[in-house]
């Protein structure tokens, strides 16, 4: 087959491993400090891989999950898989053992690269895998520990597992180096021989949404879709990132995100150190990234330690730079939206932190703020290769080679997303600006409608909460009642400051959020709101909830979108007694 002119970024990695095979390219924690491994230790490792992958039959369109933490294995791992042009399909950590079969099982997974760590999840579903053929595990040394692995699970469930069934699968990253292959030695070219045969119309990847709703949809991305979308961001973003490119990379590379800035690092020449939600923001100031990309919650942890440490402006803009390290020169937010009151709050220090909008079906990413074209209260303009309109109700419409075509072995699905021109629907509701910049006004499914029959997107309102510092979520409830009501957590460390300076004497945080101070001066947050909304959109009532909405609490989906639903089940009975008068009538 004549391979099509498109450069992947497989084939660039590629290139930078045979030409520049000493140049770190991740740096990894070990005891003794950071550690490089190199573009082509990482490329010696794929080109095993992926011996031992054409050695067992996979091939194109053969899909590969991988089911894992963040590690050096995942660029071992995607070289290889894209090399002998299968498809790679992302798994959260987070997810339960039936979310993670329900994802195996339909995207038809023959392969599942894991780590021990995940075995347990595993273990509970192993039965119900029925198309896995091989199950490959980074950090399995020897049969001893599997075997007591197993044995602690059985002891712990009582569920009928024995070794047999788990070592007929299982193969040990380890034993995949050691094996000497026959394709190995008969083909002198190596990776390349695989790379050769690569098409632009290949699929890479099946990314399964985390939906609020309901079972995930995998969504299909070609290469094509991807590169198109990658030269749309180099094009837009590239005279931000500096000369010097060291990033953090925390992200988990099961979301577009963490991946996107993976293959960003391969396709750009990044030095990325590898390391963790926990770490990394200590590993800054030692580190001295020149890039970063975050969600929000990481800003707003800099912005907040920054505060803290002075009154003074110019001194919490020097501690700043000590917190980040002092080289910080490229700042992506993404996820969510970031609080203005931030954005600013960095762009005096010198230091703009660019924000866009995109959805996984997009590749991701369609609209995006620019270094001289930008706007504090917009997600930015579409991408070169995008096609944007809004239509009725203010439904944001996109076309573009970046937009996929479908949803994984569901053509209803697919087939609701886009309307009869192909416009593909997004869901979400905008504005655009006489400047052209696109505003994000919340979900178009999102919709209250009250007892009189008003439409409310509830987004809508709670977005105007988002540059609030004591704010973290505000959920609105009153879909067939009379009026609205809310569901509020608070920012912890803002809220016992404000406690503190108003000499607020409280027992613990659960006592404090109650305490009537407390209530009156989130009332009068809400009241500054109430008054920009119609009187139907106002929020009535409020439960202050004394906890967090988190991915680890399963109110967010782990791209952090709101689970409104799980929301609303969770705290049904405590939202419905605040319309106990109306019950009454």
Known sequence: MKKDSLITETEIFYEMGINNPSKPRLMIKSESGWQPVTWGEILDCATKISFYFSNIDVGLNTKVAIFAKNQVEWAYFDVAIHAVRGVFVPVYTSNTPDQVKYIVNHSDAEVIVTE?????????????????????????????????????????????????EIKNKVVSLKEIYQQDTTLKKDNSQGLKSFIDEIQPSDISTILYTSGTTGEPKGVVLTRYHLHTNSEDWINVLGNLIPETRVDLLWLPMSHIFGWGELGLGNTLNFTTYLTTPI????????????????????????????????????????????????????????????KGEIKRFFYEAGLLIIEGYGLTECSPTLTMN????????????????????????????????????????????????????????????????????????????????????????????????????????????????????????????????????????????????????????????????????????????????????????????????????????????????????????
Not at 292 to 315: C, D, G, H, I, R
């Open 116 to 164: 021990l760590e995940r075995l347990p999840v595993l273990f509970k579903i192993w039965k119900e895998l029925s198309l896995v053929r091989r199950v490959i595990i980074v950090d399995f040394e020897n049969e001893d520990n599997l075997l007591k692995m197993l044995e602690k699970f059985v002891i712990n469930t009582g569920m009928a597992l024995t070794f047999a």
């Open 279 to 338: 770490e990394v923001l200590n590993d800054m100031p030692s580190v001295k990234p020149t890039i970063f990309m975050s969600v929000p919650t990481y800003w707003e942890k800099l912005y907040l330690s920054a505060k803290a440490f002075s009154n003074q402006k110019a001194q919490q803009i020097s501690q700043l730079h000590a917190l980040t390290g002092g080289r910080l020169k490229f700042c992506l937010s993404g996820g969510a939206g970031l």
């Open 370 to 585: 620019r270094k001289n074209s930008f706007d504090f209260h917009s997600v930015g303009k579409p991408f070169p290769k995008v096609q944007l309109k809004l239509v009725g109700d203010g439904e944001i419409l996109v076309k573009g080679r970046s937009i996929f075509k479908e949803y994984y072995k569901n053509p209803q699905a697919t087939a609701e997303a886009f309307d009869n021109d192909g416009w593909f629907k997004t869901g979400d509701l905008g504005e655009l600006t006489d400047r052209g910049f696109l505003k994000i006004k919340g979900r178009k499914k999102e919709i209250i409608v009250t007892l009189g029959g008003k439409n409310i997107s509830p987004q809508l309102i709670e977005t105007q909460f988002k540059n609030d510092p004591y704010i973290e979520h505000i959920v609105l409830y009153g879909n067939e009642r009379k009026y609205l009501t809310a569901l509020i957590t608070l920012n912890k460390e803002n809220v016992i400051h404000y406690a503190t300076q108003m000499q607020i004497a409280y027992k613990d945080y659960s006592a404090l959020v109650q305490n009537p101070r407390i209530r009156v001066h989130i009332q009068k947050i809400i009241d500054k709101v109430n008054k920009n909304l119609a009187s139907f959109e106002t929020i009535k009532k409020f439960l202050i909830h004394d906890g967090h909405l988190t991915v680890e609490t399963g109110f967010l989906t782990p791209s952090l979108k709101l689970k409104r639903n799980f929301v609303y089940e969770a705290f049904k009975d405590q939202l419905d007694t605040l319309y106990k008068e109306e019950q009454s009538f």
